[in-house]
């Protein structure tokens, strides 16, 4: 057969011989979906979505051995078989935890990669905040948080984590991004010869909180600003609600706002 005369073969990212087969099939079924019916163009077209190793079983096919692509597509999914993914079970999710240094971010990202490869409708909503909760340290602010005030959606909980990953984000040692910067500007100080960087008076810690308190010899928001494009840098949010009940003695110079200082 010869292909429409409107037909454009798409450009697909060639089959690599080691993913899911099924994935594939339905990744071809969506990128062939204007043409899908056409059952000799979706056999013709289909060597142009695999690789290397697609093509070579694809070219030990005995000759007129495909009739359609329904066979073609079982003849695939045969070859490639072991490659298919085992369907992960809801049970999965109840065997995440979270490591004891382990950040929120790291294990909310462990654990929406694992629910993400579920099955659709084999977990509901609830299920999945019951088992994200299930995985967090037993003294966490987060799980104490969520047994208090339960999150109802999965909206809900994505808020409350985002929430408490900057809270947590805000209680990283600052001593620790502030030796790496030291050990970056003792670089560029050797290299020039001209004394550069951020020099730290006095470092001290809350008993009460376990907060770390820096005194710097130039004004905070500087130094933000120096360091706004460094890894460990977390852009500090607005402070919310009304703006009346505020402050109004304090500015803050980072965000051009009132009620608390930089």
Same mark, same amino acid.
């Given at each position: ?32 979906? $204007?043409?899908? %019916?056409? =059952?000799?163009?979706? *056999? ?7 690789? &290397?190793?697609? @093509? ?100 809900? $909980?994505?808020? %409350?984590? =985002?929430?408490?990953? *900057? ?7 600052? &001593?620790?991004? @502030? ?84």
């Amino acid at each position: 057969m010869k292909p429409p005369k409107k037909f454009t073969p798409p450009k697909f990212t060639p089959y690599d011989g080691k993913s899911d087969p099924l994935t594939h099939i339905s990744y071809y079924w969506q990128m062939m979906s $204007l043409w899908n %019916r056409n =059952e000799a163009l979706m *056999c013709k077209v289909f060597p142009s979505s695999l690789g &290397e190793s697609g @093509l070579r079983w694809f070219d030990h096919l005995p000759a007129e051995s495909i009739y359609n692509w329904k066979q073609l597509s079982e003849e695939f999914l045969a070859r490639f078989v072991s490659n298919t993914k085992i369907p992960i079970k809801p049970d999965t999710l109840f065997g995440l935890q979270k490591e004891q240094e382990e950040t929120l971010r790291n294990y909310a990202r462990r654990y929406w990669k694992e629910y993400n490869d579920l099955e659709e409708n084999v977990c509901n909503e609830q299920m999945a905040v019951m088992s994200f909760k299930h995985g967090l340290r037993p003294k966490s602010n987060l799980r104490q948080s969520l047994t208090k005030r339960p999150a109802t959606a999965l909206k809900d $909980l994505h808020a %409350r984590i =985002e929430q408490y990953a *900057c809270l947590e984000d805000d209680q990283i040692p600052i &001593e620790v991004a @502030l030796a790496e910067q030291s050990n970056r500007g003792n670089k560029r100080r050797a290299d020039r010869g001209k004394p550069r960087g951020i020099t730290v008076n006095e470092v001290g810690k809350s008993k009460s909180h376990e907060a770390v308190v820096i005194v710097f010899k130039e004004p905070i928001y500087l130094i933000m600003e120096k360091i706004k494009r460094e890894p460990f840098f977390t852009c500090p949010p607005k402070m919310l609600g009304d703006p009346a009940w505020r402050n109004q003695k304090l500015r803050c110079i980072y965000h051009q706002d009132r009620g608390h200082m930089t």
